[in-house]
Nanobody, 118 residues
Framework: QVQLVESGGGLVQAGGSLRLSCIASGVTFSSYAMGWFRQAPGKEREVVAT????????NYADSVKGRFTISRDNAKNTLYLQMNSLKPEDTANYYCNRPPPGTWTRAWGLGTQVTVSS
């Protein structure tokens, strides 16, 4: 059974930085591309960034390109998201999972809340 546990969120001022982590268990983590998603109140969950199974092919939503960096450590079954130059519009709950169409629909974690004050 896949389990995903996100951490690292918090309250930060605009322009600040945070580093999110996601630990995966119950799965051969190194076999899968992974991604970070976010969902703001009243909005649909969206893909923020994705990364290939070996750490290559990072891709980013236009809204975070140049500010966020996705990475992974397969030896630790951990996915990371370094977020710099944060903006109030980055405020959301952040989740990790496989990117569509292979998303583990029953494995969503609680996410980690990021709040950026102006």
């Amino acid at each position: 059974q896949v389990q995903l546990v996100e951490s690292g969120g918090g309250l930060v001022q605009a322009g600040g930085s945070l580093r999110l982590s996601c630990i995966a268990s119950g799965v051969t983590f190194s076999s899968y591309a992974m991604g970070w998603f976010r969902q703001a109140p009243g909005k649909e969950r969206e893909v923020v960034a994705t990364i290939g199974w070996s750490g290559g092919n990072p891709n980013y939503a236009d809204s975070v390109k140049g500010r966020f960096t996705i990475s992974r450590d397969n030896a630790k079954n951990t996915l990371y998201l370094q977020m710099n130059s944060l903006k109030p519009e980055d405020t959301a709950n952040y989740y990790c999972n496989r990117p569509p169409p292979g998303t583990w629909t029953r494995a969503w974690g609680l996410g980690t809340q990021v709040t950026v004050s102006s």
